[in-house]
């Protein structure tokens, strides 16, 4: 998979995935060093594909890259912490 585009400023930022319109979406709140995910939504024409576990992985190879740590403030993203131990190493 091609490397997922991100937009963040000084307290928040967005992981997408986009063709034609956005069709999946994670958005994270940031301070200092630790990233907040608050949110991931898909179009639900493309449920279920992946995507969304796609933008939690983008976001956790980004932390890493960052020397950030993530809070997965967001259910979907907690549960996918859960279930990854080698995300829960990023986790604040």
Known sequence: MAPI???ENDSKGIFYLKENKIS????????????TI????ADP???GKGLKTAL???SCHFA??????IHPLYL??????DKND?????SA
């Open 5 to 7: 585009p991100h937009n």
């Open 24 to 35: 999946a979406a994670l958005t994270f709140f940031l301070k200092v060093n630790a990233m």
């Open 38 to 41: 608050n949110y991931t939504e």
């Open 45 to 47: 024409k493309q449920e």
């Open 56 to 58: 939690v992985r983008e």
């Open 64 to 69: 890493k890259e960052k020397g950030r740590k």
């Open 76 to 81: 979907f993203a907690e549960v996918l912490f």
């Open 86 to 90: 080698y995300w829960n190493r990023f």
